[in-house]
Each structure stands twice: as structure tokens, then as C-alpha cells.
């Protein structure tokens, strides 16, 4: 396959939720990178105190990912101010915190069209210039939430859970037709952010394992899954254990850092 490392780093990268925690941390990472980055977030004022931060290597801009039409002209502005984008990281996500007692079905609605609707959204919205390009890098923030739901979590492991779905129905569907859109589910962590836990991981380290990743563009990580730093490998059988203690071919898991 065709070297598009320098190519993927010379568009624009898109990251949502770029207002505050680990979307702001995406950011400063990729610029520093000397990535131009195009960061969508709903309020003005945080965006604009990272653009006067980053300078001209972020472009601010203002969308909601639960609304399509948003985020469609949102993905024009890009186009017309910043660049093609390259890369994509959907990181914008909500979590409520609400017993499902006191949940509604719209309450319920507005985690699906944010935490699903807004990953289905960017993507919609991105692919169909990395199809003209050829290439493209695509990473989805998410979580091991859906295997064991938290109390008062139900919106955010339904929606989280079939999130992760989407990233293999993409992957399903454009991998063999467009082997260059590379992409992947990306867990970053437990982080100390507003919508993590006090004693988490900084999102300023966590950043650096997901840019990593962004950058990393080959074929060969379509639909892998990584968790903070290393590929999470599902369990295999008893037989495949012993078969590969036989043949030595028990596969290492990748590595970001």
C-alpha cells in the first residue's frame, strides 16, 4: 500500500468535543505535531481560548454533533477555511449519570444523537472526501462501558456499546473497497476530566497515545481496537492457545508508546 503519512499529516485533522478534557489535549498534541487542526465544540468562548492558546494551527469551530445539519456545514467551513481534512477524531460524548427511573425518552434520545448520531454524523460528513482522496484516518473515542454497565449509566453504555457497532459496520463495508480509511475504536481511559473520576489519568498523557494513534495510517490497523496504550486483543480459545505455543505464532499486541 501507498506511504500516506505525510499526506495525512499535511490535511486537517477534526476533533469534536474539542472544548474542554482529553478534545482540548487532542488538540495542543496535534498542533504540536504541526498538524492543522479544525476543533468543533458547542460553546464559543472555550473554543476561542484555544485558538488564542494554539494560534494559526487551530481553526475554531461552533457545531452540535447531534445535529446533522450542523455538523454538515460545519465540515463546509472546514473545507473552505482550514483544508481537506485527513484525520478525524470523534470525541464529543456526554454522560449523564441518570437512573433509569428518571430517565426520559427524550433524555435518553439526547445521549444517542450525541454518542452515537454525532460519531455517525462527522463520519457521514468526512468520508466521502477521503473516498475522492483515496485515504483517511478515522478514530472513535470509546469504552469497555457496554460489557458491564455502572449504575445510573444506561444511556452512556447503550449508546458508547453500539458505537463501537458502527466503527465495525464502517470498517465492514469500506474496508475492502478503501483500504486506506483506516480506522479504529480508541479507549483512552478512566481520565481526570470533568466526565472521568479525580484520580485518573491526565488527559494531556492520554492525548498523546490517541495522536499517535491518528497518525499512525496503515491498513494493516483497520477495525483494531486499542485500549490507552496498547491493542486490545480479544480472548482466544484453548485450542488456538495450545496451536500457538506449537507454531509460535502467538500474535504481540501493537503498541503506541
Same mark, same amino acid.
Given at each position: 500500500m501507498t506511504d500516506y503519512t505525510q499526506d495525512i499529516r499535511n490535511g486537517v485533522a477534526v476533533v469534536?468535543?474539542?472544548?474542554?478534557?482529553?478534545?482540548?489535549?487532542?488538540?495542543r498534541q496535534l498542533v504540536a505535531e504541526g498538524v492543522q487542526v479544525a476543533g468543533i465544540g458547542r460553546s464559543a468562548e472555550p473554543l476561542a481560548e484555544l485558538a488564542n492558546e494554539l494560534g494559526d494551527g487551530f481553526h475554531p469551530v461552533m457545531a452540535d454533533v447531534a445535529d446533522a445539519a450542523a455538523v454538515a456545514a460545519a465540515f463546509t467551513e472546514i473545507e473552505d477555511t482550514a483544508g481537506t481534512p485527513t484525520i478525524l477524531i470523534n470525541n464529543a460524548a456526554v454522560y449523564p449519570r441518570r437512573d433509569i427511573l428518571d430517565e426520559t425518552p427524550?433524555?435518553?434520545?439526547?445521549? /444517542? =444523537?450525541?454518542?452515537?448520531g454525532g460519531v455517525f454524523h462527522?463520519?457521514?460528513a468526512v468520508l466521502p472526501g477521503m473516498v475522492a482522496q483515496g485515504y483517511g484516518?478515522? /478514530? =472513535?473515542?470509546?469504552?469497555?462501558?457496554?460489557?458491564?454497565?455502572?449504575?445510573t449509566a444506561a444511556a452512556y453504555s447503550v449508546t458508547k456499546g453500539a458505537a463501537r457497532v458502527l466503527t465495525k459496520s464502517l470498517v465492514a463495508d469500506l474496508g475492502d473497497r478503501f483500504p486506506d480509511i483506516v480506522i479504529n475504536d480508541w479507549i483512552p481511559g478512566a481520565l481526570k476530566t470533568q466526565m472521568g473520576i479525580p484520580d485518573g489519568i491526565d488527559p494531556e498523557d492520554a492525548a498523546k497515545w490517541g495522536v499517535r494513534l491518528a497518525l499512525w495510517h496503515d491498513p494493516m490497523?483497520?477495525?483494531r481496537l486499542f485500549d490507552r496504550d496498547t491493542e486490545f486483543l480479544d480472548p482466544v480459545s484453548f485450542k488456538r492457545k495450545l496451536l500457538n505455543r506449537v507454531t509460535g505464532q502467538k500474535r504481540v499486541p501493537l503498541r503506541l508508546s
Open positions: 469534536t468535543g474539542a472544548g474542554a478534557g482529553l478534545g482540548r489535549a487532542l488538540c427524550e433524555s435518553f434520545m439526547q445521549s /444517542v =444523537n450525541i454518542n452515537l462527522c463520519c457521514h484516518r478515522i /478514530v =472513535n473515542l470509546s469504552t469497555f462501558a457496554h460489557l458491564s454497565p455502572a449504575p490497523l483497520n477495525g
